[in-house]
């Protein structure tokens, strides 16, 4: 049994869905409107302000799809309500973020300086030299948008110098020792 999928969605004041024949979920909020492509199994039923989502039967197909398309209407509510956001932190001398209008601009140790242009539909904000937020509505952009980041200079595990997440732990390695 989905302990996930059995979970109900409240949906929150302020908050429309509509679910069209074809299982397209589209929930509209403060923030802005998100859409998703669910399975044709999978069945949502609102009563109220709240969601439920029922699959057919207990085979295995559906339920894994019965997890997966309740996390996808739930992180969509959220979305729309509250955002998402990833917080980067540069570690390493002279590793600093600059913003240039719709471009971040990020010194990283190489011989140029590494832009990246903001995609569409997030917000990237740098308070500090050494720290980047991300925000968005669409939690699977905003997590993709901070890997790329991040991705351009990985933290090594001698120093830890690089790009990396807030609260990630970076597993150290001893360096050579001499004879």
Sequence with gaps: MSRIGNKPIELPQGVEINVDSNNLVTVKGPLGTLSEQISRDIQIQQEGNVLNVIRPTDNKKHKSLHG????????????????????????????????????????????????????????????????????GINKQQVGNYAAKIREKRKPEPYKGKGVKYAGEYIRRKEGKTGK
């Design 68 to 135: 997966l398309s309740r996390t996808l209407v739930a992180n969509m509510v959220h979305g729309v309500t509250k955002g998402y956001e990833k917080k980067l932190e540069l570690v390493g001398v002279g590793y600093r973020a600059n913003k240039q209008g719709n471009k971040l601009v990020l010194s990283l140790g190489y011989s140029h300086p590494v832009e990246m242009i903001d995609p569409e539909g997030l917000t990237i904000e740098v308070p500090s030299q050494t720290e980047i937020l991300v925000k």
